[in-house]
């Protein structure tokens, strides 16, 4: 068995139950990142039933109308026959939920194609907020209106270590047909900081000392696509002719990174 790992389990009494949490730690662990943890980010999205407020559900739910032909069950607040969701795990007690929230919550991203998605989904979970380490946004998710509101409900998400922004939301212009027109969903890098800096300084505060925490001058991503910048792309940096999306994306990390260090008054 030399280069093999082997786990050795000691026999244990039969019962009426399985004594999962006599399970080794590691073991457990193993199990939740199966049942838990999504091969690809959570694309996020939300649903309301009649007479119900709205409620945050998975992309999936809503395009391929698994919801179709089942009823609303208002004394339990859920639909009738519906498959049940892996995260009902965290339902089943109290430890259980402090053992899979972490993972749920915290080894998944989740992708929001609208901000207003966003901030359904994150004033739902209330404290599960957390665990949250990764949260995507779309290239037209940004609306300039929700994300002041957004930012400052992920002030309680301790862990928080990306918030990915598409290249297109601070990008000067975007091109189609040979037409330019002004992205409706576009935002100045200095507007995004100065809706984010609540946020912002609570996060930098608590992670004062802490030599593992993560920094906020990386905590906004700027993600790459397929996407061609204008003929001429104008944010600072990438002024020359056609230039490429990703030194357009280059520049508004620089931009980013530059205008959180001013407002917090901390070095780049």
């Known amino acids: 068995m030399k280069g093999r790992r082997v786990l050795m389990l000691e026999p244990f009494t039969i019962t009426e139950y399985f004594p999962f949490f006599d399970l ?3 073991l457990r662990k193993m199990i939740y990142d199966l049942v838990l ?6 694309a996020m999205c939300t649903h309301k039933p009649v007479g119900q407020p709205r409620r945050p559900v998975g992309m999936d739910f809503r395009i391929n109308r698994k919801h179709k032909g089942l009823s609303w069950d208002r004394t339990k607040g859920k639909w009738s026959g519906q498959t049940p969701s892996s995260f009902a795990l965290l339902f089943v007690s109290q430890r259980m939920l402090q053992e899979t929230a972490p993972v749920a919550y915290g080894d998944n991203t989740f992708d929001f194609a609208d901000m207003r998605w966003a901030k359904v989904f994150l004033t ?3 404290n599960m907020r957390k665990y949250l380490k990764h949260i995507r946004f779309g290239p037209t998710s940004y609306r300039y209106s929700e994300a002041s509101s957004v930012f400052n409900l992920l002030k309680s998400a301790d862990s928080l270590r990306t918030i990915t922004i598409n290249h297109k939301v601070s990008c000067a212009r975007v091109t189609t047909s040979q037409h330019y027109i002004w992205c409706r969903w576009h935002a100045r890098v200095e507007d995004l900081v100065a809706q ?6 609570t996060l930098h505060k608590a992670r004062e000392g802490q030599v593992a925490a ?3 001058l990386d905590l906004f991503v700027v993600s790459n696509d397929d996407f061609a910048c204008s003929v001429i792309c104008t944010m600072p940096g990438t002024e020359q002719s056609g230039a490429t999306n990703k030194a357009c994306q280059e520049a508004i990390i620089a931009r980013l990174r530059t205008a959180i260090a001013k407002e917090l008054k901390i070095e780049s």
């Open 37 to 42: 943890l999504e091969p690809k980010n959570i």
């Open 214 to 216: 993560a920094s906020v």
């Open 196 to 201: 984010a800096l609540p946020m912002l300084k």
């Open 24 to 26: 080794p730690p590691e």
């Open 124 to 126: 739902t979970i209330g």
